[in-house]
């Protein structure tokens, strides 16, 4: 018997190359060179502006910045908030998402876009309505919570709770109930049940959805600069505050990097999870169908009615004060936003910071779901060199730090790095939907990769041997279960660039300035009624996002939690 041994001809790896791989990696250059332009050179200039200050390395601040008692006092108060922001929205969000993922109930739809709402409210937003709730002539001023750290936390597991609901549930929706069954038949008591058998199905999902509100509660910057005032400080607002008022870019620097290390950290501890929950995902299949309540899922409908109400008593709040003045229902609060010249705080009225916002969003929307579709295609392969999965792998994790460098970092390397040629870009209006865009895409990535992942390759293969040409093949496999995480993409994307304000505050000229810029500079005036103005403000941006978030929700699709 002869054995035959198969070997590739000359030009067959030139023309794998020249084929659809190569076609890939050119596809990837646009946005890695996006990527390097608008965040590894700003980010860098803002770096090197602390250590390089006079053109060679200079480390020796490092220990008198980590050594001075307000950047200890930072630290720990991000560290330890974070810690019990993700225990507490954890702990709340496991049993509403049984609830809604397992059980079946009228308004069970509502309740879901309900809870869903605050992950994409701007947090400029959230700080205002935790600060009526909460101030002294809030439903809650009673509690003298106000000035507190309590809000921040509050604020934490308000915008939070998404994350852990939709990761955890997504999952939950799909576990085969026959291990659970099985194990209840055997005599173990729910909580056993939930012990022993579905916890460990779920650990990945809570880790990740941990992991990932750990990350979003540590760099937090809106919620912090809204509540805490100069009393409590996460690291993002301590580099706002060196850089803007102390103009300690050395001190910004140092804590920049070290948020950078963090955040990578929790990168690699997301992927890992995030892996396994996809391979959990894989193995369990179809959704299981909900089931009608029982008598021991009584307490989890109570968390549930709980958490809507935690979420609508801040909404309804903010609402409700945004139609008073002097203590008296009224419209001025409103009626003053259209008028520029009723306070030197508006430079536009709120119309024009409207459309200013819209239009800033439909430009970062755009950019951010083009660069995002071709990253997802891209890092959504699964090459056979062990080579090239480390560089598809290294891609993936690329476009998801800007989540974890602070967005005033960004902001300010815009001012320090594109402002001479061929990259004069300080004064050009383009700057802020950049920016902005660069805060989306991670969404945009993680939103579309997991369902193109989903998609066997057989499929494309099969349509290449019928004669299609690669994108065509791609197309054909991908396509119809493309366009409504797409869309769900798009609205995600428009919907976290209506309420960006960490870089905008830098970036926004102030003849055209968001909404959430606008916001700021009014709860930063004192005087009551540029508090109702700011109420005002917010309602108006709440508003805008949640009805995109509505349109969101609809569709179904993807994970708020797939970072």
């Not at 770096?47 to 980590?66: N, T």
């Not at 501890?269 to 193995?283: G, I, L, N, Q, S």
């Not at 460098?405 to 594109?418: E, K, R």
Request: net charge positive; aromatic share 8%.
């Amino acid at each position: 018997m002869t054995v035959t041994r198969r070997t590739r001809a000359p030009g067959a790896r030139a023309a794998y190359l020249n084929g659809p791989a190569l076609a890939l990696g050119l596809a990837a250059l646009l946005p890695v060179a996006f990527l390097a332009v608008f965040f590894l050179l700003p980010v860098g200039g803002m770096l090197a502006r602390g250590f390089l200050p006079e053109g060679r390395l200079d480390l020796s601040g490092v220990p008198e910045v980590l050594g001075r008692a307000r950047t200890l006092r930072v630290l720990w108060f991000t560290l330890w908030s974070s810690l019990a922001g993700t225990v507490l929205t954890v702990g709340l969000g496991l049993p509403v998402a049984f609830a809604l993922y397992r059980l079946r109930f009228p308004g069970r739809a509502l309740v879901r876009a309900v809870v869903v709402m605050p992950f994409v409210l701007p947090t400029v937003v959230v700080g205002v309505m935790f600060r009526s709730l909460l101030a002294s002539r809030g439903p809650l001023g009673g509690l003298g919570w106000d000035g507190t750290w309590v809000p921040i936390l509050l604020a934490f597991v308000f915008f939070n709770l998404a994350v852990v609901v939709r990761t955890v549930g997504g999952m939950w929706e799909g576990l085969d109930r026959r291990a659970e069954e099985s194990a209840a038949a055997l005599g173990a008591t729910p909580f056993q049940v939930w012990r022993t058998v579905t916890l460990p199905a779920l650990a990945p999902a809570v880790v990740s959805a941990a992991t990932l509100v750990f990350l979003f509660c540590s760099t937090a910057f809106g919620v912090v600069l809204t509540l805490g005032g100069l009393r409590y400080g996460t690291v993002e607002t301590e580099i706002y505050l060196l850089t803007t008022q102390f103009l300690d870019l050395r001190g910004a620097a140092v804590l920049s990097v070290l948020q950078l290390v963090a955040v990578v950290l929790m990168l690699a501890v997301a992927a890992r999870t995030r892996a396994a929950t996809e391979t959990t995902r894989r193995r369990v299949g179809a959704k299981a169908a909900a089931r009608t309540p029982r008598r021991h899922d009584i307490p989890a409908l109570g968390v549930t009615a709980l958490a809507v109400a935690f979420v609508l008593l801040p909404v309804g709040t903010l609402m409700v004060r945004s139609f008073r003045r002097s203590g008296r229902w009224t419209l001025e609060n409103y009626r003053a936003l259209g008028d520029p010249a009723s306070t030197p705080a508006l430079r536009v009225s709120v119309t024009e910071a409207v459309a200013n916002s819209l239009r800033t969003a439909v430009d970062a929307t755009v950019l951010a779901v083009v660069l995002g579709l071709v990253v997802a295609v891209v890092v959504s392969r699964r090459p056979r060199a062990a080579g090239w999965r480390r560089v598809v792998a290294a891609l993936d994790g690329a476009f998801m730090l800007p989540l974890g460098i602070s967005a005033v970092t960004v902001g300010f390397g815009f001012l320090i790095t594109l402002d001479r040629p061929p990259l004069d870009l300080r004064t050009s209006p383009a700057l802020v939907p950049v920016a902005q865009a660069m805060v989306a895409l991670p969404l945009v990535v993680r939103t579309l990769t997991p369902v193109l992942r989903s998609v066997d390759p057989r499929q494309r293969e099969a349509a290449a041997a019928l004669g299609a040409a690669p994108w065509r093949a791609a197309w054909t496999a991908e396509g119809p279960v493309l366009a409504r995480p797409l869309l769900a993409a798009t609205g995600f994307a428009f919907a976290v660039s209506l309420g960006e304000f960490g870089a905008t505050s830098f970036l926004a000229r102030p003849d055209r300035p968001t909404v959430p810029v606008v916001i700021y500079q009014l709860i930063s005036r004192p005087g009551v009624e540029h508090l109702g103005m700011a109420l005002a403000a917010s309602v108006v941006l709440a508003v805008l996002t949640t009805v995109v978030m509505g349109v969101v929700e609809r569709l179904r699709v993807g994970s708020l939690g797939t970072f």
